[in-house]
Antibody, heavy 119, light 107 residues
Framework: QVQLQESGPGLVKPSQTLSLTCTVS??????????WSWIRQPAGKGLEWVGR???????NYNPSLKSRVTISVDTSKNQFSLNLSSVTAADTAVYYC???????????WGQGTLVTVSS | EIVLTQSPATLSLSPGERATLSCRAS??????LAWYQQKPGQAPRLLIY???NRATGIPARFSGSGSGTDFTLTISSLEPEDFAVYYC?????????FGQGTKLEIK
């Protein structure tokens, strides 16, 4: 059974870079045809797909965030990571990592981690 | 960007009743639509993919229909554990987008 677990700071100062890591267990991050994804959800609000990285290494970022987002994979640690630069309070949210399959449906999710942007 | 509009925002029903949730897309997404269920403090769970296919382990009381721009999630007979927030999501165009959610609450 695939499991995903987010980790990273829960508090980030405005203008700094938010960095999160998702550790994948129960399967190799390089096997299969999957999109390893980051989704976020502000408190009491809906879901926003931040970006994704394919098993081959290609990436897609949400255009609303594109200039600030980087997603990368560390195959040696079976992890993928999110960097979001120049954060503001609007980036405060629960961040989920997830595995998308079957054409990009999110089947496996991490439990989510709350990141607050505040000085 | 494709906008998904869900209705109603809140649906108040009793256990045993039938629930019908709607999702309308701003342009055709063919059948590339999914439904998720989210309970408080939990990650969403995939229920339906490609408009009408139940995900692994999802009870038969959940069904999806529609194509193009209009989609429906039906729960045939509500169980107590079904009261949650439901989201639709399209994968036709990037960025893949979600609806704003329908909260299904106990009447």
């Amino acid at each position: 059974q695939v499991q995903l677990q987010e980790s990273g700071p829960g508090l980030v100062k405005p203008s700094q870079t938010l960095s999160l890591t998702c550790t994948v267990s129960g399967g190799s991050i390089t096997s299969g045809s999957y999109y390893w994804s980051w989704i976020r959800q502000p408190a009491g609000k809906g879901l926003e797909w931040v970006g994704r990285i394919y098993s081959s290494g290609s990436t897609n970022y949400n255009p609303s965030l594109k200039s600030r987002v980087t997603i990368s994979v560390d195959t040696s640690k079976n992890q993928f990571s999110l960097n979001l630069s120049s954060v503001t309070a609007a980036d405060t949210a629960v961040y989920y990592c997830a595995r998308a399959e079957g054409g990009s449906y999110l089947v496996y999710w991490g439990q989510g981690t709350l990141v607050t942007v505040s000085s | 960007e494709i906008v998904l509009t869900q209705s109603p925002a809140t649906l108040s029903l009793s256990p045993g009743e039938r629930a019908t949730l709607s999702c309308r897309a701003s342009q055709s997404v063919s059948s590339y639509l999914a439904w998720y269920q989210q309970k408080p403090g939990q990650a969403p769970r995939l229920l339906i993919y490609d408009a009408s296919n139940r995900a692994t382990g999802i009870p038969a009381r959940f069904s999806g229909s529609g194509s193009g721009t209009d989609f429906t999630l039906t729960i045939s007979s509500l169980e107590p554990e079904d009261f949650a927030v439901y989201y639709c999501q399209q994968r036709s165009n990037w960025p893949h987008t979600f609806g704003q959610g329908t909260k299904l609450e106990i009447k």
